[in-house]
C-alpha cells in the first residue's frame, strides 16, 4: 500500500497543516535544511492531492512567544474540530 491509497476524499475534505519551528533565531539561522525540509512537507501534501488552497503553514520560526502559544492554538482547535 502507498501514500496515495491511504488518503481518502475524508482526509483531502480537511485542511492539511504543517507546523514549522525552529526554538531560536540561532537555530533558525543555522539549521536552514531542517527549514527547507519542513517547507517541503506543504509540497508533499499537495503532491498527494490537497489542493494548495487548503495546505495551511503554520511558520513559527522566530516568533514570540505569545504568537506562537496563539497559532498553536489554532491548529488544535482546527485538529479538534475534526477541520485538519
Known amino acids: 500500500m502507498n ?3 491511504k488518503i481518502g476524499a475524508s482526509h483531502l475534505s480537511r485542511a492539511a497543516y504543517v507546523y514549522l519551528r525552529q ?4 537555530q533558525v539561522e543555522h539549521n536552514r535544511e531542517s527549514t527547507q525540509r ?3 512537507l506543504a509540497a508533499r501534501a499537495t503532491a ?4 494548495a488552497q487548503q495546505v ?3 511558520d513559527e520560526r522566530s516568533r514570540p512567544v505569545r504568537l506562537r502559544r496563539r497559532r498553536a492554538q489554532r491548529l488544535l482547535a482546527a485538529h479538534g ?3 485538519a
Open 3 to 5: 501514500d496515495l491509497t
Open 48 to 51: 498527494l492531492g490537497w489542493p
Open 81 to 83: 474540530g475534526r477541520r
Open 56 to 58: 495551511i503553514v503554520i
Open 23 to 26: 526554538s531560536t533565531a540561532a
Open 38 to 40: 519542513q517547507y517541503a
